[in-house]
């Protein structure tokens, strides 16, 4: 009977020999130790053999057993090392020392801004949000004061979806997303105060100043104080941040549906100096920073309590404050892909 235990040991060793990946081994593992393996087969015959044979047999094919199970460990174990080996020689290989071909890349004119802009916010207390780009008819219109049929949606060209939605045509799309998700501040907790750049769409006849793929940067404060001088500080503040420089800037009473009162922010045509030129469309002011006091009932529609709480809005276009810092003349460079034109500014 020892005979057929060491016939098995010998078939196993044969058989490990041969075996090249974790497949195979398992394969091996089951012939001989699964429920219908070898070593459990020969061990079913214990109970046909007499005391002292079943003694001497139980011994010998648990020990058999046993050795079968660490050699199987063992040599798995010894795969992963040689798989580990193998991924550290090739990652050796690798030498990040080396200078690249590729040519270098830089960040795109508008992401400058958009993270100068943040930078600026975040210190004096703004919390930075995202805001999706396919948005609900809701979310874009309604929920800013724009009803069905109200003609301020004919001044945004807007791409709808076959489902329904629409490709958000300006970032106060967000509005009503984050009122619900902050909420006004609780008693003694400071002003809600959010920033929210992203990418906007309208169909627009493309030329030197109209894009139909655009970015801009909408901005809120809610609190229960909040007045036209805190907006009008903040903007103060943002543009001399941005521009480092003094820049002329006007302020005109403007039309929005989602604030009342509503202000146009004209900034001085850095281009031209205000003489006139294409990008101004000769008029030597640029619209940049549409803002105002937002409507009591956007507020009502954000769940939040417009009796007890007011808050300014502003709606900046961040494509146009990057055209302007870096006095790029055409707004079309900005989306070509062009790397010649776009790798040239640094913040
Ligand atoms: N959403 C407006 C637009 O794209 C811009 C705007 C105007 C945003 C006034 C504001 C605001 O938050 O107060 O035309």
């Known amino acids: 009977m020892l005979e057929s235990i060491e016939k098995l040991r010998k078939a196993f060793d044969e058989a490990l020999a041969k075996v090249s990946d974790n497949d195979?081994?398992?394969?091996?593992?089951?012939?001989?130790?699964?429920?219908?393996?070898?070593?459990?087969?020969?061990m079913k015959e214990l109970k046909n053999m007499d005391n002292e044979a079943r003694k001497e047999f139980g011994k010998e094919i648990n020990v058999l057993k046993d050795n079968i199970d660490s050699a199987i460990r063992s040599f798995a174990d010894k795969m992963m090392n040689a798989q580990i080996e193998k991924q550290i020689e090739q990652a050796r290989k690798f030498d990040f020392t080396v200078p690249s071909s590729q040519p270098e890349g830089s960040l795109h004119p508008i992401t400058l801004v958009q993270r100068r802009i943040e930078e600026i916010f975040k210190s004096m207390?703004?919390?930075?949000?995202?805001?999706?780009?396919?948005?609900?008819?809701?979310?874009?219109?309604?929920?800013?004061?724009?009803?069905?049929?109200?003609?301020?949606?004919?001044?945004?060209?807007?791409?709808?979806?076959?489902?329904?939605?629409?490709?958000?045509?300006?970032?106060?799309?967000?509005?009503?997303?984050?009122?619900?998700?902050?909420?006004?501040?609780?008693?003694?907790?400071p002003p809600l105060k959010v920033l929210f750049p992203g990418r906007c769409f309208r169909n627009e006849n493309i030329d030197a100043c109209h894009e139909n793929t655009f970015w801009q940067m909408e901005g809120m404060m809610i609190g229960e104080d909040i007045s036209i001088s805190n907006l009008i500080y903040f903007m103060k503040v943002l543009l001399s941040e941005v521009f480092e420089r003094d820049v002329k800037v006007r302020l005109r009473p403007g039309f929005f549906p989602f604030?009342?009162?509503?202000?146009?922010?004209?900034?001085?045509?850095?281009?031209?100096?205000?003489?006139?030129?294409?990008?101004?469309?000769?008029?030597?002011?640029?619209?940049?920073?549409?803002?105002g006091m937002i409507h009591p009932n956007?507020?009502?529609?954000?769940?939040?309590?417009?009796?007890?709480?007011?808050?300014?809005?502003?709606?900046?276009?961040?494509?146009?404050?990057?055209?302007?810092?870096?006095?790029?003349?055409?707004?079309?460079?900005?989306?070509?892909?062009?790397?010649?034109?776009?790798?040239?500014?640094?913040?």
């Not at 004209?266 to 000769?282: A, H, M, Q, V, W």
């Open 298 to 347: 956007v507020l009502k529609m954000g769940g939040i309590d417009h009796d007890k709480y007011t808050g300014f809005a502003f709606g900046l276009g961040l494509t146009r404050l990057a055209m302007m810092k870096y006095e790029i003349t055409d707004i079309r460079v900005l989306n070509s892909g062009n790397l010649k034109a776009l790798k040239q500014f640094v913040s």
């Open 125 to 189: 207390g703004f919390i930075i949000e995202d805001g999706i780009e396919i948005q609900t008819e809701y979310n874009n219109f309604e929920a800013v004061n724009i009803p069905k049929n109200h003609p301020a949606r004919d001044m945004q060209d807007t791409y709808y979806l076959s489902n329904g939605q629409l490709l958000k045509t300006h970032t106060s799309a967000a509005q009503n997303y984050i009122m619900r998700k902050y909420g006004a501040p609780k008693k003694g907790e």
């Open 259 to 291: 604030v009342e009162p509503g202000f146009e922010l004209d900034i001085n045509c850095l281009i031209c100096g205000g003489e006139g030129c294409p990008t101004c469309k000769n008029s030597g002011w640029l619209e940049l920073l549409p803002c």
């Open 24 to 42: 195979e081994l398992e394969k091996l593992r089951v012939a001989f130790l699964g429920k219908k393996g070898a070593v459990t087969d020969s």
